[in-house]
């Protein structure tokens, strides 16, 4: 008897310990969402209702109207909204395209070869990534202006490839390096070059990696700002310069809810994207995190 009494409370700590973490994890999970989803949640409740109740402080959906979305389109006052759509696009694939061809190849390098001063190549593409981009702004401005790039795509494609390749670079590098040495051998000793055991043996299988990085390269080309502002005008500015200059009816009022349904319509996109593929940009991050 005395066996079982001394087991029973045991087992209830052990319950109440496991049910005490649990409320914990919930808890962390939900501060976690409403920090994270809580302001697209009041655009979206803003970007829907009457521009005249902007400010009510009402935390759901009042006085709902579609104006907003026609005023954020309505070229009448000087809103090239959806230019800016299709040049954020441009933007954002040209970059990715580049980003990932250099750095699929470089990432390889890295991984799979060795030569002198590859430990001083990675420590400077990492030191590249963490270079303040406002230290560039009137370098880059001066020598566009020289050679008359400002207002041409070129002008915010090239400085975005710069900030983007470091991170390709970084994640593929990592997953090049454990994937197992042996299907290349495999691939070399059927006759086939490097360059064809690269393109059709190890690229395939880093496919999952490959398609997170064009993922993340995208949406940080596209939400870029500070140069685009600078070095970019009315034909070619991007998505984010473009609703920071919307204008309403009245010029001396800023349009915030116009603002807002500008936010919704870029955001929703690359929202239903990642949902959509949650599953291959969680493998590929976590991919070559564990070695075997």
Do not use: C
């Amino acid at each position: 008897m005395s066996v079982r009494t001394a087991e029973k409370p045991a087992a209830q700590a052990v319950s109440w310990t496991q049910r005490l973490r649990s409320v914990r994890l919930y808890v962390g999970v939900a501060i976690v969402l409403i920090w994270g989803l809580g302001p697209f949640y009041w655009m979206t409740v803003t970007a829907f209702r009457d521009p005249d109740y902007t400010f009510d402080s009402t935390p759901w959906p009042t006085h709902v109207t579609f104006e907003n979305f026609r005023n954020a389109f309505d070229t009448s006052r000087g809103n090239n909204f959806g230019k800016a759509l299709a040049n954020s696009v441009i933007i954002g694939s040209a970059t990715t395209v580049a980003a990932l061809v250099l750095g699929v190849m470089a990432a390889y390098a890295l991984a799979r070869l060795t030569f002198r001063g590859k430990y001083i190549v990675s420590g400077l593409i990492l030191s590249a990534s963490m270079f303040p981009v406002v230290v560039l702004v009137t370098p880059l401005f001066q020598l566009f202006t020289n050679i008359g790039w400002i207002g041409k795509y070129q002008a915010m494609i090239i400085p975005n490839i710069s900030f983007v390749l470091p991170m390709t670079v970084y994640i593929l590098a990592s997953f090049f390096a454990e994937l197992p040495w042996e299907l290349e051998e495999a691939a070399r000793i059927d006759g086939a070059t490097k360059l064809q055991a690269f393109r059709l043996v190890m690229l395939p299988l880093a496919a999952p990696a490959v398609f997170t990085t064009a993922i993340l390269a995208f949406i940080a080309a596209v939400n870029e700002y500070l140069l685009a502002r600078l070095l970019s005008s009315g034909s070619t500015e991007p998505v984010t310069v473009a609703v920071a200059r919307f204008s309403g009816n009245d010029p001396l009022v800023e349009p915030y809810a116009a603002i807002m349904a500008a936010g919704v319509m870029v955001s929703i996109p690359l929202v239903i994207m990642v949902l959509l593929f949650q599953r291959r940009i969680i493998s590929g991050l976590t991919a070559g995190g564990v070695k075997s």
